[in-house]
Structures are given as C-alpha cells and as structure tokens.
C-alpha cells in the first residue's frame, strides 16, 4: 500500500458514500447514493459484491448492526438489509415522511447507539435533523437546524461528538455523556476554507485527529483534537465523500469519491481510493439492535 491515494476499485460510483470497515469479515462496505447499490470488497482477496437496494431511490448510508445485517437510510426510513437474503425489513422512520427531506450519513458510536442525519432536498432551507435511536428504540432529537447533516464521528474517549456541517463549511463538536447519549450545546471546531471544499464524511484516528474527505475540494483534511489544521492531503479529484480506516492493522485509509461534472472518471472520480496516512483508526461498533429487531431462527 502506498502512502499516496490511488484507486483501489472503480465501481464509477455517482456518489460514493459512508465507507466502513468490517474487522470481523475483513471487508469494506460502501454505497452509491444514487445507484442506490451497496458495494462490498474484501482487499486481501479482491473478491467484490454490489446489491441494488430494492424499492428505492437512493440510500444515504449502510451502518453494520451487531447481527451481522446493516442499516440501510433509504427514501422513506431506516431499514434492516440481509444482504444473503437480499430483503429489506423495516426499522425506523424518526423523519415522520416529511416531505422534502433525505435521510443522509449515520454511524454508531461506541456504546451502539445510532445517529443518523437528514437533508433538505433542495440544499436551501435548514431544516436538517440529527436523531439518536438507542439500542432499547428510544428515538432522540439530538440537534436540528441544518440543510445537509453529515458525519458524525466520535472521540477516542467517546466524550466528544464531531459533525460536519456542510452547507454552513463547519465542523461541530458536541461534549457527549458516553453512559446516556446526550450532547451539549455545539461548539465550533473548525471552519474550512473556501477553496477547500464543502466538510463531508468524516473520521478519527488513534490519536484524536479528525480527517475530513472535502466535497468540491479534492483533499483530505486532518484537523488535531484542538481544532489547528494539522495536515491536507491532496487527491486527483474533486469529489471526494467520505473516509474510514480499515485493513487487519486499522493503518490503512479508505476514500469514497462522486463523479460530479467529472463524467469521464477522469483521475479515478467515482472510485474508491487507499493509502496509508502512517496513523491507525479505532474499529466502529455495530449498532446495538433493540430486541425486537433480532431475527429470528
């Protein structure tokens, strides 16, 4: 592996989104936005799976769940996916169907809870939500006020919840009770630069930095716990989306990436890129599912 970004799969996604590493399959899985598909690859084989999400339009995001399914945010709610069985369950629409809104990123923090955020359609007015759903199915208004909502990621001691804004250029950070889940007021962490892109999917290492995949700006940004612009990595495209470290040692980072106006792939848009940034991530939990979401044998 290099320690410069290269293509490892050219799935020529349209939107490449919310990347995650599985430890216990030695797999990354990833979805197109508006495949909807959800990609499965495992590096050490190169053995690849794609599965287009039935009876929707797109798919926001795939979390892992502790059963093995994932959590699937399409058109209408929160699903359960079985990829073997290919069929979809459902699971949550804390969203209501309002109209005009899209469920987008989402991920579980430390202690399984799951967040998940929403956009404004129509990218103008704030009416993004962040929800929290508890693994007993308490659905929790975490903070609203946003058109996009993306990220979220979490401190290594799982007392600090970071979130991009992205529509507003910001990233947030949110002290967090570990034992309930509740956030505090949100603090600005860091602003990005015009030139830098929109913040989008985001990640933390082993040392408490946040690495930023910046939409429009053709780099990853790796901020330090206190918020100075610690280092950018320059990629050959502009779309890149979201990012996460995975590989049997966690040393390795894996990028998603949009075509945009780049219809061509020029550079690799569309693919899924890897390098090894010389730092380790820490390994994501499953969401912990509510009884009533196991399956049964």
């Known amino acids: 592996m290099q320690d410069r970004p290269t293509v490892l799969v050219q799935p020529r996604d349209t939107l490449g989104e919310s990347v995650f590493w599985s430890a216990a399959e030695q797999a990354l899985y990833w979805i ?11 590096p050490a084989t190169g053995a690849r799976r794609d599965w287009t999400i039935p009876g929707s339009k797109t798919v926001g995001s795939a979390v892992l769940a502790e059963d093995g399914r994932l959590l699937l945010a399409v058109d209408d709610g929160i699903c359960l996916f079985d990829p073997a069985a290919q069929r979809l369950e459902r699971f949550a629409d804390p969203n209501q169907a309002r109209p005009g809104m899209g469920y987008n990123d989402a991920k579980a923090d430390r202690q399984g809870r ?5 956009y404004d359609m129509a990218e103008s007015a704030p009416r993004g939500v962040l929800y929290r759903i508890d693994p007993d199915g308490g659905v929790h208004l975490a903070d609203s006020g946003f058109v996009v909502c993306n990220g979220p990621a979490f401190s290594p001691d799982s007392r600090t919840l970071y979130f991009s804004d992205t529509i507003g250029r910001r990233l947030l950070a949110y002290d967090l009770d570990p034992q309930s889940g509740r956030i505090g007021p949100p603090k600005l962490f860091a602003s990005t630069p015009t030139d830098a892109g929109l913040p989008d999917g985001i990640t933390v290492d082993a040392e408490g930095c946040l690495w930023s995949a910046q939409y429009g700006g053709g780099r990853l940004l790796r901020f330090a716990p206190d918020g100075r612009l610690d280092r950018a990595v320059e990629l050959p ?9 995975g590989g049997p040692n966690l040393d390795t980072l894996y990028v998603t990436s949009g075509r945009g106006s780049e219809l061509d792939e020029s550079g690799g848009a569309g693919g899924l890129f890897a390098f090894q940034p010389g730092v380790t991530g820490i390994q994501e939990t499953p969401v912990r599912l509510p009884s009533h979401a196991h399956r049964r044998c």
Do not use: K, M, N, Q
Request: proline content about 4%; overall charge negative.
């Open 114 to 118: 799951y967040w998940v955020g929403t």
């Open 32 to 42: 197109d936005f508006f495949g909807p598909t959800l990609h499965r690859f495992e």
């Open 237 to 245: 495209i502009a779309h890149l989306t979201s990012c996460c470290f």
